[in-house]
């Protein structure tokens, strides 16, 4: 793996083309029990341009009321789709077998244009644990930088099959995605970028 920074280590390439369709393929099927759906920020309500599902017993949710893991879905209220065994075995393998296993996945959806502005992770109630990350699609322009809006920040290319572990001193980092460039993958047919992101959310 490359070390962007203490604690973000980025493997290129992690998943091949055929683990990639695989991975795709249970997106999809999650997907079909549990549909995107928009969240809105907190207070104003003003929709995100990422759409969002989940996996796992814990998926992260936004609206007027708040940030926040529950149990079900938004609009269906149904349970969400159970974490793929692909999603657990990448997590044991970069988070290390030893790593409680992860409680949320959470499915975002750029289409070209959607842009996620800098933020910090902080909603999860275990902030020792790692967040790992899966790129699925066309390439991202990602940025990261310290533990302080005004640190420096360094933007990458996370292209289709990348995987990126946060631990550590970047765990609290900000960071965020500038843009999509459509036309970089040939792996989901309509443009766009599916990123998953596995969180411990509760103490072990
Ligand atoms: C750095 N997602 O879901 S993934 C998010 O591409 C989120 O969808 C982006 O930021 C995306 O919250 C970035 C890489 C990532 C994920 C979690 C992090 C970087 C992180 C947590 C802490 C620091
Ligand atoms: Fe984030």
């Given amino acids: 793996a490359l070390e962007l920074q203490p604690g973000c280590l980025w493997w290129p390439g992690f998943l091949d083309r055929a683990a990639q369709e695989a991975l795709l393929a249970d997106v999809r099927t999650a997907l079909a029990a549990a549909p995107l759906f928009t969240p809105s920020m907190p207070r104003t309500g003003q929709p995100f341009s990422v759409r969002m599902s989940n996996f796992g017993p814990l998926g992260w949710v936004s609206d007027e009321a708040g940030y926040r893991y529950q149990s079900f879905h938004p609009d269906t209220r149904a349970p969400w789709p159970a974490m793929p065994e692909a999603l657990i075995a990448a997590w044991r393998a970069l988070a290390g077998d030893d790593a409680p296993p992860p409680e949320a996945g959470l499915i975002n959806w750029y289409e070209p244009g959607t842009r996620m502005g800098l933020h910090q992770d902080r909603d999860e109630r275990d902030l020792t644990a790692p967040v790992l990350s899966l790129s699925l699609g066309d390439t991202a322009v990602f940025r990261i930088g310290g533990a302080q809006r005004r640190d420096p ?52």
């Fill in 153 to 204: 920040t360094r933007s990458i290319r996370l292209a289709s099959g990348d995987a990126l572990l946060l631990s550590g001193p970047s765990r609290l980092a900000f960071h965020g995605v500038d843009r999509i460039i459509p036309g970089t993958s040939t792996l989901i047919g309509p443009p766009g970028r599916f990123n998953l992101t596995l969180r411990r959310v509760t103490p072990p």
